[in-house]
């Protein structure tokens, strides 16, 4: 069964560092997309980044410069480096797997279950 399941959140300081982690079960890690997606309260989800099978990637410009995407195929999992957090970072993240593009993001088939990324200020 396809799942995904994110962790590596918590609560940290503004200018802190955080590796969230996916790990993917199957073939799910080799999806042509996969990528992380945001909740913040009150707020809708928004889209973080994406990684292309083949390589390439794409970052919200929130995020830009601030947070990296990575994936280890031996370990089949995805990652998201993320650096100099601010508050407005906080939210609940999740992570996702598709298979069809929409621009630089793309259209999920598969989420995690999210997990809480608390940045103070």
């Known amino acids: 069964q396809a799942q995904l399941v994110e962790s590596g959140g918590g609560l940290v300081q503004a200018g802190d560092s955080l590796r969230l982690s996916c790990a993917a079960s199957?073939?799910?890690?080799?999806?042509?997309?996969m990528g992380w997606y945001r909740q913040a309260p009150g707020k809708e989800r928004e889209w973080v980044a994406t990684?292309?099978?083949?390589?390439?990637?794409a970052y919200a410009d929130s995020v830009k410069g601030r947070f990296s995407i990575s994936r280890d195929n031996a370990r089949n999992t995805v990652y998201l480096q993320m650096n100099s957090l601010k508050p407005e970072d906080t939210a609940v993240y999740y992570c996702?797997?598709?298979?069809?593009?929409?621009?630089?993001?793309?259209?999920?088939?598969?989420w995690g279950q999210g997990t809480q990324v608390t940045v103070s200020s």
């Open positions: 996702a797997a598709g298979t069809r593009r929409q621009g630089a993001k793309f259209e999920p088939d598969y």
């Open positions: 199957g073939t799910l890690v080799s999806t042509n997309f």
């Open positions: 990684l292309v099978s083949g390589g390439a990637f």
